[in-house]
């Protein structure tokens, strides 16, 4: 076993113990609460529990053409179909916490058969639209977290509270941040000073700057495109509000003791960023920030409820790429072999570095002729 999968299955192992102790605890509060039992036994709004499937579903397909979106403004050979096929199944290996296949580099690996030779600006793509999607929210994070209510902080146990306070201080301090360095790294010069490349074996920071650094150097030219990226990230991300909202009005929980419309922009977005760690950390936050926006008297685990239909509902979307896999299995079996083997090669941005794009390709804006996630 090379030692690219030895360190992967260590990671692997590592994202399941903390997974299964974030779960058993979960689980652990769950039982020990009657009223989460009362809740989950009532009678459910199978309809319009049923209607936050095609709304997750439509965020997920959404997500998928923007990272097209940036595939084409390089000029890539990739048309809908094959974007289709990668982003579902990116997404299918992104819920199988036993793979050692990263999603994200399923997405490259895919877009690279079709270009082999324009590497550079595949990862790049998949690397733009994953950092664009998390800076869209960040972006809606920070601006509902300064809408949370003291009021309902107050009602809080102090561990609880001080939690979330601390959570939504870091979620506006890393917002501040990726803005700031944002609107420097559009400065024309910027992103091609030497000092990027110095900076390129910086422990820990390092790699991730280089590669940053060589996708903005791809992108630089099109600023409209960022700017497309971002609001399509925010209309996916209210889809996902949306959906946790109709989940919150069907899985039975009084009237009166639901949360109001805006509060699910308080909980979503830091549960969704919460949902980039191993799982039980997306259930641990959103049921945290469900009872701190809840009205008093409201289930404490209300929110535990809705991450596993949430969660259940994922599943079923993956099934989508069950179905792309099927269809395409020797192709993508071939990639899957291939990220095993050699992922970290495979995501490098280059190999000295991002290049320029040859003349005229960061302007193509039509799809190129036929040779994932947000």
């Not at 769950?30 to 529990?49: G, S």
């Not at 799982?279 to 404490?300: D, K, Q, W």
Request: hydrophobic content about 50%; charged content about 15%; overall charge positive.
């Amino acid at each position: 076993m090379s030692a690219v999968q030895t360190k992967k299955l260590i990671g692997t192992a590592l994202k399941v113990s903390l997974s299964a102790a974030l779960i058993g605890y979960l689980a652990w509060q769950a039982y020990h609460d009657q009223r989460f039992y009362d809740l989950a036994t009532k009678p459910k709004n199978w309809p319009l529990l049923f209607c936050a499937l095609p709304i997750c579903l439509t965020a997920v397909t959404v997500t998928i053409l923007r990272w097209q979106m940036f595939v084409r403004t390089l000029g890539l050979a990739f048309t809908t179909r094959d974007a289709l096929r990668a982003g579902f199944v990116s997404y299918l290996l992104l819920l199988a916490p036993l793979g050692l296949v990263g999603g994200d580099s399923i997405k490259a690996l895919m877009l690279i058969h079709r270009n082999p030779r324009r590497k550079t600006e595949a990862v790049a793509s998949v690397l733009v639209d994953r950092v664009i999607g998390l800076y869209a929210l960040l972006l809606l994070a920070a601006v509902a977290s300064m809408f949370l209510k003291q009021s309902l902080l107050d009602a809080l146990a102090p561990l609880e509270r001080t939690t979330i306070v601390n959570l939504c201080r870091a979620v506006q301090s890393i917002t501040l941040i990726s803005t700031t360095g944002l609107i420097v790294m559009l400065f024309p010069g910027v992103t091609e000073s030497r000092l990027w490349d110095l900076l390129e074996h910086t422990p820990l920071v390092g790699p991730v700057l280089h590669k940053l650094v060589g996708a903005m150097r791809v992108y630089r030219r099109r600023l409209d495109i960022l700017l497309a990226g971002i609001g399509i990230s925010l209309a996916i991300h209210l889809l996902y509000v949306s959906a946790v909202a109709v989940m919150a009005a069907s899985i039975g929980i009084a009237p009166e003791h639901q949360p109001p419309f805006g509060s699910m922009f308080v909980i979503v977005p830091p549960s969704m960023i919460a949902g980039a760690l191993p799982i039980g950390a997306y259930e641990l936050t959103l049921n945290l920030l469900f009872r701190s926006v809840s009205p008093a008297g409201a289930p404490e685990n209300a929110g535990l409820l809705i991450a596993l239909a949430f969660r259940i509902i994922q599943l079923c979307i993956a099934s989508i790429g069950v179905g792309y896999w099927l269809t395409s299995r020797s192709e993508v079996s071939e990639v899957v072999h291939e990220a095993q083997q050699e992922p970290a090669e495979t995501l490098e941005a280059g190999e000295q570095g991002v290049t320029d794009l040859p003349p005229g390709a960061a302007s193509h804006a039509s799809p190129a002729a036929p040779g994932p996630r947000g």
